[in-house]
Structures are given as C-alpha cells and as structure tokens.
C-alpha cells in the first residue's frame, strides 16, 4: 500500500494547478452587481492636483435599463461623468447630466473622445502600473468598486496584465 500512495501523491504532484489562483484573482477586471458588468476599468497617468480620466466599459444583461448616477473616489476631491459633444466644429467636454443610461441588452463603453468620468483635483498621482479605487453608482444594480489600472500618460486604451 506505501508504495501506491506515494505513486497516488506523485501523480497529483504533476497535474496542473487550477486556474483558480491569487494571481488570477488580483488581476480580474469584471465586477458583476445585479445585471450590470463592468469590464476593463483604466487610466492615463496624471499628477497630483491635476485632473484624470477613467474609462471602462459596461454592460447591462438584464431587460431593465438601468444609469450610471455617480462615481466616487479617494484620490480625486471630485468625480463628476463627463461627455463629449460637438460645438460647431469644437468638441467640449460636458458634465452628463442626469448620468450615463445604460439601456437592457446594450454595451457602453466609456473611452477617450465618449463618456467617461473626470477625477479632478487629484490627491496623488496616477502613477503608471498602480491601481486606483472607482466606486461607481447604478440606479438599479446599486454600488460596486473597480480598479483602474493606470497607463502611460498618452495610454490610448487599457493596459492588460
């Protein structure tokens, strides 16, 4: 009988590892509450008093629309959602009013030049490779947090780990 256990104990030795890990824990970028995901949670790099950007996409699986009221976060004296809209031949930058919808079966994806949420007046740099805390509040879903995962200061889309 040892010597079966010890083959039992070498052959579980050599089976992979599954995928369920910390390393791919700390790097999962979908956050689910109710019928809203929200994928893909990044930054550009910024200083400090500055102001930042962060974007990200988010879909909405339920048959209910739901909204993007507000967001939140430590590192910024005010969060505000923000829109671009074309003034003539200028685009500017506008404060969403009422928020962002996010209608039944529909993806929006917050990006450069869209939707996206201001972070003004940062605490602290955005320090490319850092992480920064977004809390973000849906009409229906409710409240979740998200990572933003900052970028190089010009970063066109988000970076993957």
Request: contains cysteine; positive net charge.
């Amino acid at each position: 009988m040892p010597i079966l256990r010890r083959s039992l104990l070498a052959l579980a030795c050599l089976a992979p590892l599954p995928a369920f890990t910390p390393l791919a824990l700390a790097h999962n970028d979908a956050v689910t509450i109710g019928d809203i995901q929200v994928t893909e949670p990044w930054s550009r790099a910024a200083g400090a008093n500055g102001t930042g950007a962060g974007f990200l996409t988010i879909r909405n699986a339920g048959t209910q629309p739901d909204r993007l009221l507000s967001a939140a976060s430590p590192v910024a004296r005010s969060v505000e959602l923000h829109t671009h809209m074309r003034d003539g031949e200028v685009m500017r930058m506008r404060q969403a009013e009422g928020g962002i919808p996010i209608p039944p079966g529909a993806t929006v994806t917050l990006r450069p030049g869209g939707f996206h949420v201001m972070l003004i007046g940062l605490t602290q740099p955005l320090a490319a490779g850092s992480d920064v805390p977004l809390t973000l509040r849906f009409e229906r879903a409710g409240e979740t947090q998200v990572m933003l995962h900052v970028g190089a200061a010009g970063a066109r889309g988000p970076a993957h780990h």
